[in-house]
C-alpha cells in the first residue's frame, strides 16, 4: 500500500491517508495483551476486519494500564496471565464480543461470566498437542534418570569412580504408566511413551473415554487406583474446582514408593506442601513439574531444594512453530468470533 502512496501527488496522498484513518476508526478495536508471535499479528494486520492495538512487551501488561485499554473493545487476544473477570469485563463494557485466549488452557477465564454476557471464547486446543507430549516425555527422563542431578554432580566434581548405585533412576520399561486426565495431550504422551516398552496404560477421569483409551489400550480405574498401580503419574487434567488440589497427601500417601509424578497441566491441581512432604519423606520417588503456585514460583520456594524435583518455567509449548501456530489460531478464533462466525476452536460455554 505505501508503494502505491508514493506514486500518486502529494494531496492525493493526503486524502487516501485520512480516508484510510476514517475506514480505520470505523473498524472493530481490538486489544491484544502481549507481544505474540508473528503469524498471529500478520493475520490480524492483513485481515482488515480490525484496529488493533498491542502491548508491545515479552512481560504481562499492568493490570491497570489493561483495565484502560479494553475500554469499548470488540475483542481481546489475551494469554494465560490475564485475569478475564468480571471487574475485567466491566471495564471493557458492553461492545466486547469475542475474548480469544493463546492458550489451551480457560482457567483465567470467568466462563461464567463470559456465558451471561454472551461473550465468545476461543481458545487453542491440538496444535500445541505434540509439543506438550514432547515436552513431557522430556521432563519424566529427566527426573526418573535423574538427569539434573547428573550434569550438577559431573560439573561440581561429584563425579568420581563409577560406582555400582550412584545417580540411579528408575527406567520405564516394563512399568505402569498412570493418566489423570484423558485428552488428546494424554494420549500423545502414551504414543511416545509406548516405544520404551511400558507395560500398561492406566488412567482415570470424571467417566471413562472409550474412543480415546482405545487408542492406546488403556485401562480406566478410580483415582485410587491410578495413584496405588502407576510406577509414572502424568496429570492432563484441566484445573476447575474439581481438580483444583486433587493431587495431595490422600493422593500421595497411596503411590508406591518408586513413582514418578509429573505435572504439565496447571499448578492448581497439586497441593505444594503435601508434595513437598511426599518427597522430602521418600514417600514417593520424583516430582517433575512444568506448572507451579505461584508461576514464577519464588526462588526461595522449598521446592527448589529438594534433589527429587526438577522444575520448569511452564515451558510445555515451547516451540516457534507452536508457538507461532496458537498465535494464529487465537487471531483466527477472534476474527471469526468478530464475524459472528464459528470460531476454528471455540469454547462451548
Ligand atoms: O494452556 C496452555 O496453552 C499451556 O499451558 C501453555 O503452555
New binding site residues.
Partial sequence: MLVMWCSRTALGRLQRITGFHRAMSTLPKVYVTRKVPPDGLDILRKSGQVQFEMWDSDDPVPRVELLKKVKGCEGILCV?TEKIDTQLLNAAGPNLKAVSTM???FDHLSLDELKKRGIRVGY?PDV?TDC?AELTVALLLATSRRLIEATHEAKTGGWGTWRTLWLCGHELANSTVGILGLGRIGVAIAERLKPFKVKKFIYTDVAPRPELANMIEAEYVSLDELAKQSDFLAICCALTPETHGICNWNLFSKMKKNAIFINTS?GGVVNQEDLYEALSTGLIAGAGLD?TTPEPLPTHHPLYTLKNCVILP?I???SYMTRNS?SALAANNLLAGLRGEPMPKELKL
Fill in positions: 494465560l492458550s489451551v488452557g487453542t500445541l506438550v496447571r506448572v511452564h510445555a509449548s515451547a496458537m
